[in-house]
């Protein structure tokens, strides 16, 4: 009984989804045919994406260079922001010496540096590889720092109670209690540095998803101009999902509360 | 039970006492016996805190026979959990020290299982992980430190939980697996700061019952923080009364109930009633001179 009203609600949910889909795009579809140029219409991005993904395939390749500056720019990131975090978290001198310089670039649109990233390392992969690090490795840098910090002192009292040495404290204690910090932070990183890498191939760059939509851009063609950004909607949807499933992954108890 | 005592004490000479009887005064009877098995000597302990004229604690002597159960009780503000986590090493005295077995032990160290009120279980580890906590950081290897973990949970009641998360279950069961971590490094001394504080009245009676057979059994050296007199006459063989501003022992009651206890029958006896009203009329002094006094340094309690 109380499935099949679970079930029952499910399904309205869903019916209500759907046909508020179809209101927005009928509605986009009279708007748009009212004037193409402005706001293209669904239709016709459909059509636009069959040519510019299949017959013409564009989007492929613009995307593969996005995710190979995106994947290599973030795992250097997760890395350098980890350890450093932890460092930060964990080591008076480091923190003392680092902190604040981290706090600053924080706080600073690294976008704003992509004119002297170009010149520093040109407009090829290396570009991306660093636009995108120094997008995403400050807030994993700092959710872990505050992560590492934040440590219920119940369970530095539990680790002290069995004797633990500094690193078995580390190891057993701090590292996972700041494994939520630490995802924290990837998300959020991964968000920047998705902007980043697009950022950087609109400004500076051959290839790439940005460099596809500035050259469709130039052409005023709305409909294929719309089929990229769309592609990278879908492509940041996958990263954060990628990204809850791993969390859950690595640490299945951060679902629940309590002690 | 014998050869199992043997395995987990590791001591010689547990296994080959007789089985006990109702009303055997078991653990006065090892006491002194097995000077090896945690006698605990608490000498002139005092703790000040940073800026404060006023001592939380001031000349704490305390000597604790191997096997012995003592329960540490007293008004907020007496400094009997700042005693307690001083004689785990999680706090350094001001003066004095603590003896394990003749030697100084003001450090943490492996012969003290620690329980701590909100049982302080790790949330990212199953059950059985955090049990065997204590062998994982001795460096003892995965199957057998698992080994050992299930034993105690099996002797906590938890068998058929070594899999679940803390969020998993209830706060006694928390509470059993904070015991069985304790239990696990095969300690000779059992630190209880009010372990059973946070539960329910029922679970916490229950508890009660589990935790006097598993000390007897064991033979346990245990230092126990309670705010319940009953708790405190139930399980211990002397009750040590304490006083605030600054913490100091008061009183040490012997509980003279023969073990096994059973809840119901050591409350019918017409001695309970009177040995609690003598720990109560101390007890109640002493809150209403707190209770007058304008508080302050409650920290540590």
């Known amino acids: ?259 | 039970m014998s050869s199992r005592d043997a395995t987990v004490r590791g001591a010689t000479g547990a296994s080959t006492r007789p089985p006990l009887a109702p009303g055997d005064r078991d653990v006065d009877a090892s006491r002194g016996r097995d000077s090896e098995r945690g006698a605990l000597s608490i000498v002139n302990i005092a703790k000040t805190y940073g800026g404060s004229a006023r001592p939380v604690l001031d000349g704490i002597r305390l000597d604790i026979g191997a096997g012995e159960f003592v329960s540490l009780i007293g008004p907020s503000g007496c400094g009997k959990t700042t005693l307690l986590r001083i004689v785990a090493g999680l706090l350094r005295p001001s003066e004095g020290t603590v003896e394990l077995d003749g030697r100084p032990s003001l450090e943490p160290s492996r012969e003290k299982g620690v329980v701590f009120q909100h049982f302080n279980l790790f949330p990212w580890r199953k059950t059985i992980a955090n049990t065997a906590y204590g062998p994982e950081l001795q460096g003892v290897s995965r199957p057998e430190r698992e080994e050992t973990a299930r034993r105690f949970l099996a002797m906590v009641g938890l068998s058929g939980y070594e899999e679940h998360y803390p969020a998993q279950i209830s706060g006694g069961m928390k509470q059993r697996v904070g015991i069985a971590r304790a239990l696990a490094i095969e300690p000779k001394v059992l630190l209880m700061d009010e372990p059973f504080g946070a539960l329910d009245a029922l679970t916490r009676e229950y508890l009660q019952r589990e935790l006097e057979r598993i000390t007897r059994s064991e033979r346990l050296t245990t230092l126990f923080v309670t705010h319940s007199l009953d708790e405190a006459l139930f399980l211990s063989d002397r009750i040590v009364v304490m006083g605030a501003r600054p913490g100091r022992v008061l009183a040490v009651f012997d509980v003279p109930f023969g073990r096994p206890r059973a809840q119901n029958d050591i409350r019918s006896d017409p001695s309970y009633a009177e040995l609690r009203k003598r720990l109560w009329d101390l007890l109640e002094g002493e809150l209403a001179r707190a209770a007058t006094e304008a508080p302050g340094q409650e920290t540590g309690a």
């Open chain 1, 1 to 259: 009984m109380r499935r099949m009203r679970e079930t029952r609600r499910r399904v309205g949910e869903n019916v209500l989804l759907a046909g508020f889909l179809v209101i927005v795009l009928s509605v986009w579809e009279l708007a748009g045919r009212g004037n193409p140029r402005v706001l293209s219409y669904p239709s016709q991005i459909a059509t636009s994406a069959w040519e510019l993904i299949v017959v013409e395939n564009k989007v492929l390749p613009a995307l593969l260079a996005t995710v190979e500056g995106l994947a290599y720019g973030f795992v250097i990131a997760a890395v350098l922001g980890i350890v450093v975090g932890f460092a930060m978290g964990r080591i008076r001198l480091v923190e003392l010496v680092l902190y604040p310089y981290a706090i600053a670039l924080y706080a600073t649109p690294r976008i704003a540096l992509v004119p002297l990233l170009v010149l520093w390392f040109g407009i090829d992969l290396e570009l991306r590889v660093v636009v995108v690090v120094l997008s995403a490795v400050f807030p994993i840098m700092i959710n872990t720092y505050n992560g590492a910090r934040q440590v219920d002192p119940a369970y530095l009292d539990a680790a002290a109670a069995f004797a633990a040495t500094p690193w078995q404290t580390l190891r057993t204690v701090v590292m996972p209690a700041s494994v939520p910090y630490v995802f924290a932070g990837l998300r959020v990183g991964m968000v920047r540095a998705l902007v980043g890498v697009v950022v950087a191939e609109m400004t500076a760059s051959v290839v790439g998803t940005g460099r596809l939509i500035i050259e469709l851009g130039a052409f005023f063609q709305t409909g294929r101009l719309l089929v990229p950004v769309m592609v990278l909607g879908v492509l940041g949807v996958v990263l954060s999902v990628g990204m809850a499933k791993a969390q859950t992954l690595a640490a299945p108890w951060a679902m629940r509360e309590g002690r």
